[in-house]
Every structure is written in structure tokens, then in C-alpha cells.
């Protein structure tokens, strides 16, 4: 049977964890066991107390970890894979934006061995979209435009939370960014990988900043610096009789 790690980072999200996990939890999977590991990362509300409460309600299903401090969404997630078990891993943001209905879609072209790593993109007409801000939706077309423009591949979306990845790739590369450069990061790097990455369409019911939304103008301007970092960063040499980057930390997957 094959063992999905879902990767929940949470910050002061004890409005909506509860009810995320609720939906994580009920989606079936046929011939796919569920291992939930949700890190908490410094939050200063009640999120440890209700991570506690739902290991406590489904203690073979759930793992909790938790930083002292708030160290990013990229720290989080960093901590959470170094963890996690599973065959393949996905990141499942702890608000209620992305519906966990779709991981029947996000996983199949894994699961069909088409596919290494899967981005959900909000851009691809997946499903019903929230209308919120439109400066967002330019600023994440913009940064994608800028990292295909790096990377040579062609995604609509590289900003979404839904990333999925067979767990050798993901675990082959280390995350540096604590915070929200973790997707143009790992974009970039997942690239220099020429793994097989597939794009699906997700729905998206997208938060205003009234209902804890935390992305924000300075978060534009890191992923500008990270698209440009990581993938402008020389390539180091590998030693001898192994053809990727050592600094990568790539593996060959037998793909």
C-alpha cells in the first residue's frame, strides 16, 4: 500500500485547522494510507492546543512537531519532510484556500508513474475560483512568467501551495528559504532535477487579509530575489562517476 505524507504547516491558524484537517482526513483514497504531520511553527494562539486535541482524536494518522519560535512557512515545511515517511509528499496549507477533494487529481499522474512531481495550478480552470484581489493574480502570473523564463519549463502557476513529489526527489533537495521563497526555491531546483513534472487544475477559494491571508508586497519582491538566486546560482561539480549536482542533493529516481 502506498503512504501519502501530508505536510501542514500552521501559524496562528486555530480558526481553520480544525475543520482542514476534518477534510484531510476524509478524503478517500483507495489503495493509500494517510500520514498527516502538521507543524506548528511558533504560533501564538491556541494552533498547538487543537494539534494536540486532533493527534490525541487519530494517533495513527497524525503527527504533530512544533518550533519554539516562528521560523517560516519554509522552515515548516523543511521540518515536516525531514519527517515524513511516505512514498510521496504533499503540502497542504493549513487555512481552507486549497480543498483537499482534489488530491484524487493532484496524485494521479504519480500514482500512473507519468509524472515525478505535480504543481496544482489555480490557473488552469480546475474548478470554482473565489474573486479576490486582482494585483495578486497579476504579481503570481508575473512571477511565474520570470521563473519559466529561468527554469525553461512552462508552468501556469508556480506560486500554489499544491505541490506534490515522490518522496526521493523532494528529500534529495534541502530547503534554504525560512519563508515564502520556498516555492520559486524549490521550482527551481526541482527543475535542474529534469524530473517529470505535471500541472493540474485545482479550484481555489482564495482569502482576503481580514481572514488571516499573510502573503504580501515584500513576499513579491524575495520571490523576484530567490527566482534569480537559485536559478542563476553556478551548478556545482559533481564528483566523479555521479552525473548531478552534488549541491543539489539530487538522486537518480530510475525514472
Known sequence: MTLLSIIVP??????????????VLAVPLDGIRKEVIIVDD????????????LRDENPDQIRILRHEVNRGKGAALQTGIDEATGDIILIQDADLEYDPQEYP????????????????????GGGPHRVVYFW??????????????????????????????RSEIIKSLRIEESRFGFEPEITAKVARTRCRIYEVG?????????????????DGFR?????????????????????????????ETGK
Open 202 to 218: 485545482i479550484s481555489y477559494a482564495g482569502r482576503t487579509y481580514d481572514e488571516g491571508k499573510k502573503v504580501g508586497w515584500r
Open 10 to 23: 500552521a501559524y496562528n491558524e486555530e480558526q481553520t485547522l480544525r475543520t482542514l484537517i476534518a477534510a
Open 42 to 53: 511558533g504560533s501564538a494562539d491556541n494552533t498547538y492546543g487543537i494539534m494536540e486535541s
Open 223 to 251: 520571490a523576484i530575489w530567490c527566482i534569480l538566486k537559485y536559478n542563476l546560482r553556478p551548478r556545482a561539480a559533481a564528483p566523479k562517476g555521479q552525473p548531478q549536482e552534488a549541491g543539489d542533493r539530487r538522486q
Open 136 to 165: 495578486h493574480c497579476v504579481g503570481n502570473r508575473f512571477l511565474t512568467l520570470l521563473s519559466n523564463m529561468f527554469t525553461n519549463i512552462n508552468l501556469t502557476d508556480m506560486e500554489t501551495c499544491y505541490k506534490v513529489f
Open 105 to 124: 487529481r493532484l496524485l494521479a499522474p504519480i500514482l500512473d508513474n507519468k509524472a515525478d512531481v505535480v504543481y496544482g495550478s489555480r490557473f488552469m
